[in-house]
């Protein structure tokens, strides 16, 4: 077994809560996952992490979407320092992203948040800053209730590839 699931296995309530909000700021969410311990293996993990995602509602969706900074911004406002050491990762290329770039994420983003009431989510470990500006672009004429449920298929991506490394610890 993983060294670091076998600890969470046994961490008592605060420290294994913790590591949930993490990879994932949904307090339902994450009260749940520690709830259905012990987990036999990554697997087992993996697969009630999407059964529970796919359990939560609306608030616990917007919940997640606080925790995350806008794509090209440093800081959520509702984040762990582990969870906005993970978006630091998955947002690198936005780094290094030109300024027109960058301000074109900041201005989509603006629309984004007025259009749906949330942030943009996008699962952007592998996207490149124009790939996400081009998905922001191409998702801001959904209807917000095809944009709730896309941004929340995008969270449970991202919950899982912050499992991923978690586990890795």
């Not at 969470?8 to 994932?24: E, P, T």
């Not at 090209?72 to 984040?79: Q, T």
């Not at 900041?106 to 996207?127: M, S």
């Amino acid at each position: 077994m993983n060294r670091v699931l076998a600890e969470w296995n046994r961490a008592v309530g605060d420290d294994a809560l913790s590591a949930m909000i993490a990879c994932c700021g949904a307090m339902r969410w994450a009260s749940a996952m520690v709830d259905q311990r012990p987990f036999a293996g990554i697997v087992d993990l993996s697969e009630a992490a999407d059964r529970t995602w796919n359990e939560m509602q609306e608030e616990d969706w917007l919940e997640a979407f606080a925790c995350h900074p806008r794509i090209g911004e440093r800081k959520a406002v509702h984040a762990s320092a582990q969870s906005v050491a993970w978006s630091r990762q998955e947002q690198a290329s936005a780094a290094s992203a030109s300024e027109r770039i960058l301000s074109e994420l900041a201005e989509g983003n603006a629309l984004y948040a007025e259009r749906f009431g949330f942030t943009y989510i996008v699962c952007a470990t592998g996207k490149s800053a124009e790939e996400m500006l081009a998905i922001l672009q191409r998702r801001l004429v959904s209807d917000r209730d095809a944009e709730l449920r896309e941004a929340a298929e995008q969270q449970r991506q991202i919950l899982q590839i912050r499992l991923g490394k978690w586990l890795m610890q």
